[in-house]
């Protein structure tokens, strides 16, 4: 299995606090992602780094930030926490480049609920 | 608008039996497909991929079969057994620098001891 842990597991916070959750690789991949996954839409991508401090947005990153300033740190914050951000998140990693490489390889996931 | 789409939310098989999970997709660029299987709280596992220059992928009793003039892609599991029991996630690459994944809703499957 991939080396990626994910912290906290498990988090309950109140509307309107901020909340960070952290993603570790231990594979030196290039690639870092975050998803939400809710009911009937899947697994959704929120913000993804193809390189230190290098980011961008996904599908779903409105109330999100993300930073990476180590390869092996990916930072998920949401800045003021709201009821529909209560979700299961995952952080992926990928090597990056053709074919196999493409293979994203995902953590354990965090429990997030907002009250 | 979704690009990848899994039309059957759920599905259940007699252990030994085949199991099929199905796949659609919208946009012709994608170029890299994948299956992923996730069991509760736990984090999705890669399961097999296929190019989009193969039609066929196979890897013991996993086969993903893809049809590009359909759009459609499957995952055939031969023989089912209980410990196949999970959600199956279809996902597509773009291709390009990014190496982003789009992801369909899921099949939990269901395999009857």
């Known amino acids: 299995d991939a080396g990626i842990t994910q912290s906290p597991r498990h988090k309950v916070t109140e509307t309107g606090t901020p909340v960070t959750l952290r993603c570790h690789q231990t594979?030196?991949?290039?690639?870092m992602y975050w998803y939400r996954q809710d009911p009937g839409h899947g697994l959704r991508l929120i913000h993804y780094?193809?390189?230190?401090?290098?980011?961008d947005k996904g599908e779903v990153s409105d109330g999100y930030s993300v930073s990476r300033s180590k390869t092996e740190d990916f930072l998920l914050t949401l800045e003021s926490a709201t009821s529909s951000q209560t979700s299961v998140y995952f952080c992926a990693i990928s090597p990056g480049g053709d074919s196999s490489m493409k293979t994203q390889y995902f953590g354990p996931g965090t429990r997030l609920l907002v009250l | 608008d979704q690009q990848v789409k899994q039309n059957s939310p759920s599905l259940s098989v007699q252990e030994g039996r085949i199991s099929i999970l199905n796949c659609d997709y919208t946009n012709s660029m994608f170029d890299y497909f994948l299956w992923y299987k996730k069991y509760p709280a736990e984090g999705p596992t890669f399961l097999i991929s296929i190019s989009s220059i193969k039609d066929k992928n196979e890897d013991g009793r996993f086969t993903v079969f893809l049809n590009k003039s359909a759009k459609h892609l499957s995952l055939h599991i031969v023989p089912s057994q209980p410990g196949d029991s999970a959600v199956y996630f279809c996902a597509a690459s773009e291709g390009g620098a990014t190496n982003k994944l789009i992801f369909g809703t899921g099949t939990l499957l269901a395999v009857q001891p």
């Open positions: 594979e030196n991949h290039r690639y």
């Open positions: 780094s193809y390189g230190v401090k290098d980011t």
